[in-house]
C-alpha cells in the first residue's frame, strides 16, 4: 500500500473482511479524520490439533470434554507434556490462546493421583485469579474432582477461610503479594501445602517486569528454597504473551532453566491493523508556541462512537483511568446526537470492580448488550473477553507486548476484525505509526528484570534469613557478595556456626517482610489520604513522590480525580481532597548527575559510550497545567527539597572535533544535546520493555566527571532496574530510532511528537532539533563499524 495514500489502501482492501470493511466506513465519516499512516491485513491461521496425552487422568478428560474441548491445540498438548516430564516450562503464544489448558491437565492429574499433592497458582492481578479460580471450580466440582478443593487466598481473604484454605485447599490461587508476606513467612504453618508442592503455575509472567518483576523473581527463589526445605521439587509453568526469547526470561524469573514452547496452535480470524496519526490541533498551541496534535482521549471517543454505531463491539484501551472516564464519556454524548438509541450501551472500566461487575461486564459485551467499553490495561489480564469486533489502542501501551495482548482481544474466528493504534503526541508514538516495521515485525521485546539489584537484594535476603538460615552457598545463588559487607555492617545478619557448616542468621529484632512492598519500588512509600474522610487512597513510591503529590498536583484513584493539598515527607503522608480541576499536572524537575563508578565502556573515535554507576540529585521546581485539548494552562512555581538516587545509567560524550565537523556552534551545542536527550529518552522503550516514567534523563554541554558533551539516562530506581543496561546493549538502534523520529517529523523547531518533553524542568529551553538532527547523524556515524574499521586499517 502507498502509505500517501491511505484511503486507497482501504479501499483496495475491503475483499479482504469485515476488519478492513469497518475501518473503511468508520475512516470515511468525515474530511477531519487522523491519516492512517499504515494499513495491514493479517490472515486467518487455521487450528492444528493434537491427541490428548496418554498420562491424562479419566476424570479429569471427562471434566475437559465435558467443557466443549474435544482435543487440544497442540501447544497446548507440547506445555502439559514437558510439565509432566518434570521440566519447567514457559508457553508464549498469543492472547486468548487457550495457555490455560497446558497446565491444568497435568495439575489435575496429578492432583487426582495423590490426594497430598498440592498446587500454587500466581497471578499479577486479582481478578485473572479469581477468573481462573472460577474456571477451575467449575471443572472440579463433580463428585470425581471434588477432593481437589481449588481455593482463592489474597487480601480480601477473611481469618476463617484462611485458615480453612491452610488446611484443606490443595490448589491455592494467590499472588506474589501474599505469597512473600503469607506463605513465606510463615511457612510452618503451611507445612501441608509446602510438603506437597508439585506444580506452581505463573500466569502472564511477561507482567514481571523492571523492579517489580525482580522482586518477585526474588520471592519465587525464595519459595523454591522452602519447598525444598519441606522435601518437595516443584515444576513451574508459566504462561506468557508472545515475548522475545521467553526461555531465558522465565528462567531469571525463577532462577532455573525453563523450556519454551512458542508455536502457537490455536485459530485466529483475520484482522486487520491500522496506524492512525491525529491531525494537528488548529487553534490550541502548546508549550513555546509549539504545533500539538488533535487529544488522542477525543479522537478514540470519536471513533469508538463510529465502530458503536455500525454495530461493532469495540474495546477501547487508554492509558489512564481518567482517559477512561473521558472516552466512554465523549462517546456517549456523541451517540446521544446521532443515535441516541445506542447512547447507554458503553461504559469504561476501573479498577477495583467487584468480581460480579466483571462478569457483568463480560456478559454483557458477549451477548451485544453492550457495545463500547473505555478501559485501562485492567482489561488487558484478566477477565476473559475476547472475540470482539474491534479494538481500539489510544495510544502506544508501552511495549510490543501489551500492544498484541491488547489487539488479540479482537478476532472473530469467521468474520475477521479491525484493530486501531491511535498515536499520542509522543516520539516513540509517533516513530512507531511512521515506521510501522518497527511494531508489527519486531521481534517482542524481552523482559528485564535485574533480581542482582542491590536495593532490591538486600531486603529480600533479610527475608530468606528469619525463613530459614542462609548456607554459603545459598548466598552465593542469591549473589549477595555485594550486598553482603553493608547487611554485616549495619548489624542486619551475621554468620554462625563452623567455618565449614555455619549458616547466615537475621540478628536485628525486625520484620523485613513488612519492609518489602513487591509492586512499589525502593524504599518507604507515601501514604495518600483523602483529608475530607481520613480514607487511605493507595500509596506512591517516596522517590516519584515529589513529582507527583507536590502541593495542588492532580492524583487519580480507581476513576476519581483528586488535588493534593499537602506532602509531608517526613511523616510519609499526602493529604488529597477530591475535585474536577479540568486539566491535569506534570511536574517540573532540575537535574544533575554525578558519576561514582565507569561499570563498562567502549571508544568509537569522537565518541564514547558508557555504563557507570551514577548519583542523580532531582528538584521539583513546578508544575505544568495541560487542559484535556493538550492546550497549556500555565506554569506554577513550586519550592520542594532535593532528592538524591543512586542508580545505574547509560551514557555518550562527543568531542568538540565532533561536533564542530557536524556543523553545530558552541552555543548550539547545549540546545542540540537537550533535543536530542529529550527525543531518545521517549524512545527507549523501543529497545528495554519500559515506560516513560521508568527511565530519567540528563544533558550537559561540559560535565565536570567527563570534561565533554554528553547525554545521561538513567534508571528511575535506586540501584538499577536494567533499563539504562539493555539502552547501553543496544544504543545504536536506539539511537538510530531516535534520529529517524527527529529527521521525519515536520515541526520546524520541536514539538511534543520529537523532542518536546512535558517533564522538562527547564521549560523546553533550549532545544534545537536541527543541531539534535546532526548530532545524533554524526554520533551514528562514529558507531558505524565500517567507520571505526576504517580508522583500524
Known sequence: ???????????????????????????????????????????????????????????????????????????QAETAELAFRGEHVVVSTGTASG????????????????????????????????DQLRAIGALTQEHPLRDIHPAGYDGDTPAEIRRWVRANARWIFTNPDLLHLGILRSHQRWARVLRGLRYVVVDECHAYRGVFGSHVALVLRRLRRI?????????????????????????????????????????????????LEPPPHTTAPGENGAPIRRSTTMEAARIMADLVAE????????????????????????????????????????????????????????????LGVATTNALELGIDIAGLDAVIVSGFPGTVASFWQQAGRAGRRAQGSLVLLIARDDPLDTYLVRHPEALLDKPVEATVTDPRNPYVLGPHLLCAALELPLTDTEMDEFGAHEVLPDLIAHGLIRRRGTP???????????LPHDTVDIRGGIGTAVAVVDGETGRLLGTVDAGPAPATLHQDAVYLHQGETYVVDELDLDEGIALVHAAEPGWTTSAREVTSIVIDTVLEQHEHGHVTISLAQVRVTSQVIGYLRTLVTGEIAGLVELDLPPQTLPTKAVLYTVTPE?????????????????????????????????????????????????????????????????FAERGFARL?????????????????????????????GTGNQPLDKAGAARLLSAVLTELSPDVNQTRDS
Open 500 to 510: 565449614d557448616r555455619g549458616r547466615w542468621h537475621l540478628t536485628a529484632q525486625t
Open 227 to 275: 519447598a525444598a526445605r519441606y522435601g518437595a521439587d516443584p515444576v513451574f509453568v508459566l504462561c506468557s504473551a508472545t515475548t522475545a526469547d521467553p526461555a531465558a526470561a522465565a528462567s531469571r524469573l525463577i532462577g532455573a532453566p525453563c523450556a519454551a514452547v512458542t508455536q502457537d496452535g490455536s485459530p485466529r480470524g483475520p484482522r486487520t491493523v491500522a496506524l
Open 732 to 760: 545504536q538502534q536506539w539511537l538510530s530510532a531516535t534520529s529517524a523520529t527527529i529527521e521525519s517529523c515536520s515541526c520546524v523547531a520541536g514539538c511534543p511528537s520529537c523532542v518536546q518533553s512535558p517533564r522538562c
Open 658 to 722: 565532533l561536533l564542530t565537523l557536524a556543523g553545530i556552534e558552541p552555543h548550539h551545542v547545549p540546545g542540540a544535546l537537550h533535543a536530542a536527550e529529550h527525543a531518545a529518552i521517549g524512545l527507549l522503550p523501543l529497545v528495554a520493555a519500559c515506560d516513560h516514567w521508568d527511565i530519567g534523563s540528563v544533558s550537559t554541554a561540559e560535565h565536570p566527571d567527563t570534561g565533554l558533551a554528553t547525554v545521561f539516562v538513567y534508571d528511575n530506581q535506586a540501584g538499577g532496574t536494567g
Open 99 to 130: 495457555k490455560s489448558l497446558g497446565y491444568q491437565l497435568p495439575v489435575l492429574t496429578a492432583l487426582h493421583a495423590d490426594p497430598k499433592a498440592t498446587a500454587l497458582y500466581l497471578a499479577p492481578t486479582k481478578a485473572l485469579g479469581a
Open 311 to 370: 454495530g461493532a463491539r469495540t474495546l477501547t484501551f487508554v492509558r489512564s483511568r481518567r482517559a477512561a472516564e473521558l472516552t466512554a464519556m465523549e462517546t456517549g454524548k456523541l451517540l446521544a446526537e446521532t443515535h441516541p438509541d445506542l447512547a447507554g450501551r458503553v461504559a469504561s472500566y476501573r479498577a477495583g470492580y467487584l468480581a460480579e461487575d466483571r462478569r457483568g461486564l463480560e456478559a454483557a459485551l458477549s451477548d451485544g448488550s453492550l
Open 1 to 75: 500500500m502507498n502509505p500517501a495514500d491511505p484511503a486507497a489502501g482501504v479501499q483496495s482492501r475491503t475483499a479482504f473482511g469485515y476488519g478492513a470493511s469497518l475501518l473503511n466506513r468508520v475512516h470515511t465519516q468525515t474530511s477531519h479524520d487522523p491519516e492512517a499512516t499504515h494499513v495491514v491485513e493479517l490472515p486467518a491461521l487455521a487450528a492444528t490439533y493434537a491427541a490428548w496425552p496418554a498420562w491424562t487422568a479419566p476424570e479429569v478428560l471427562a471434566a475437559l470434554r465435558g467443557t466443549g474441548i474435544d482435543c487440544p491445540w497442540s501447544h
